[in-house]
C-alpha cells in the first residue's frame, strides 16, 4: 500500500472501498494489545513515585485506550464487511489522528501541570500544621 494514497480525499472518502482490506488481522492484534495493556497503565499509573498528582493528570489514559480500542474494533469491522459510508478508510485514519492528538495533550498537560501540582500539595501540607485542632477529649476520671 502507498502511504501517500491516504492525502488523496477520493481514496480516504470512498464510500465502499472494495473488499480487499490486507491489513484486518494486523489491526486487530494491535487493537486488542491496546487494549490489554490499558490494565497495565493503570498498574503503571498507581504505582508512580507520587500517585494522586499522577492519577489526577494521567488518570483517564486506561478508559480512553479501551474507547479507542473498542471503536477501531468496531471501524475495523465495518471496514472488512465493506458497509457503504461507515467502512470508508476515513473513519479509521481519523480515529487514529484523535488518538495521537488525545495523547499529545495529556503528555503536554502531565508536562505542564505535575510539577505546579507537587508544589501545591507541599506547601499545602506545611499551612497545614499550623491550623488549630480540635480539642482531644479525654476520659472522664471516676
Known amino acids: 500500500m502507498n502511504p501517500f494514497k491516504l492525502l488523496s480525499p477520493a481514496y480516504?472518502?470512498?464510500?465502499?472501498?472494495g473488499s480487499t482490506f490486507m491489513y484486518f488481522w494486523p489491526m486487530l492484534i494491535l487493537l486488542i494489545a491496546i487494549f490489554f495493556a490499558s490494565w497495565k497503565v493503570k498498574e503503571l499509573i498507581?504505582?508512580?513515585r507520587n500517585p494522586k498528582a499522577a492519577w489526577t493528570l494521567l488518570g483517564g489514559i486506561p478508559t480512553r485506550m479501551?474507547?479507542?480500542a473498542l471503536l477501531g474494533l468496531l471501524l475495523?469491522?465495518?471496514?472488512?464487511?465493506?458497509?457503504?459510508?461507515?467502512?470508508?478508510r476515513g473513519w479509521i485514519v481519523?480515529?487514529?489522528?484523535?488518538?495521537a492528538a488525545y495523547g499529545l495533550y495529556v503528555w503536554l498537560n502531565y508536562k505542564k501541570n505535575y510539577l505546579k501540582m507537587v508544589r501545591e500539595r507541599k506547601v499545602q501540607n506545611v499551612e497545614d500544621q499550623y491550623i488549630p485542632k480540635a480539642k482531644k477529649k479525654r476520659k472522664k476520671k471516676r
Request: hydrophobic share 45%.
Open 12 to 17: 480516504l472518502f470512498d464510500p465502499s472501498p
Open 46 to 48: 498507581k504505582k508512580h
Open 66 to 68: 479501551r474507547e479507542f
Open 76 to 88: 475495523s469491522f465495518l471496514r472488512n464487511e465493506n458497509i457503504p459510508y461507515l467502512g470508508m
Open 94 to 99: 481519523l480515529l487514529f489522528v484523535m488518538a
